[in-house]
């Protein structure tokens, strides 16, 4: 079980580019959730699917964000435009089930936006 | 407002010391608590669960439920250079439409 995992692990964007963030969680999960993380912030919630249906995203900022997950085996977090205030680490975590199973995290990918 | 609140915002303690973290939420409907542990440069990782009311202890690590004030603490005993990260509490509601992070508590251990 190689746990989630997260591609890039880092990744530089100028500001007005597009960055696409990846997830891989693990097998036989069927819930899936993405985060941001800043020193500033903490850990903000932004997203997440069961069974590969997008159920709440109340938590992404809705002009530039999207998120989908196209098959069970990964998920794709895209930014628009990006600026540099989207600069941090977002993380992807899977869970067994909905309710009270714990949530298995990636490492993250830390975007920076120049 | 924030949803979970944790104190202190960070901690020192020295190597073999007792190490306390403190949750409490906003929510009555919030009844399932996690600390998870988030060492730099890695995702956090969960340390324990806590349903019920009372005491659950793993290891060094004991969380402590109060379901009527809504209160979980963490108290690692002995702590170790090595639980020096960011600790996180987790709340959610019994039909898992919401589920909240704490905004954390650095632990140092000095040794």
């Known amino acids: 079980n190689a746990g989630v995992i997260q591609t890039p692990r880092h990744k530089v964007t100028g500001k007005g580019q597009e960055a696409t963030l990846w997830c891989e969680p693990i097998?036989?999960?069927?819930?899936v959730f993405w985060y941001r993380q800043t020193i500033v912030q903490g850990l903000e919630f932004l997203t997440y699917?069961?069974?590969?249906?997008?159920?709440?995203d109340s938590g992404m900022p809705k002009e530039r964000f999207s998120a989908q997950m196209p098959n069970q085996s990964h998920s794709t977090l895209k930014i628009q435009s990006t600026q540099p205030q989207d600069s941090a680490v977002y993380l992807c975590?899977?869970?067994?089930?909905?309710?009270?199973?714990?949530?298995?995290f990636g490492p993250g990918t830390r975007l920076t936006v120049l | 407002q924030q949803k979970v609140q944790q104190s202190p915002e960070s901690l020192s303690v020295p190597e073999g010391g007792m190490a306390s973290l403190n949750c409490t939420s906003s929510?009555?409907?919030?009844?399932y608590f996690w600390w998870y542990r988030q060492h730099s440069g890695e995702g956090p990782k969960a340390l324990m669960?806590?349903?019920?009311?009372g005491d659950k202890k793993e290891g060094r690590f004991t969380a402590h439920l109060n379901k009527a004030s809504l209160h979980v603490s963490l108290h690692i005993r002995d702590s170790q250079p090595s639980d020096s990260a960011l600790y996180f509490c987790?709340?959610?509601?019994?039909?898992?439409?919401?589920?909240?992070f704490g905004k954390g508590t650095s632990l140092t251990v000095i040794p």
């Open positions: 975590a899977s869970s067994l089930v909905l309710g009270y199973a714990e949530q298995f």
């Open positions: 097998s036989g999960h069927s819930a």
């Open positions: 699917f069961r069974n590969q249906a997008p159920i709440d």
């Open positions: 929510d009555r409907n919030f009844q």
């Open positions: 669960s806590i349903f019920s009311d």
């Open positions: 987790a709340a959610s509601d019994t039909g898992y439409q919401n589920f909240y």
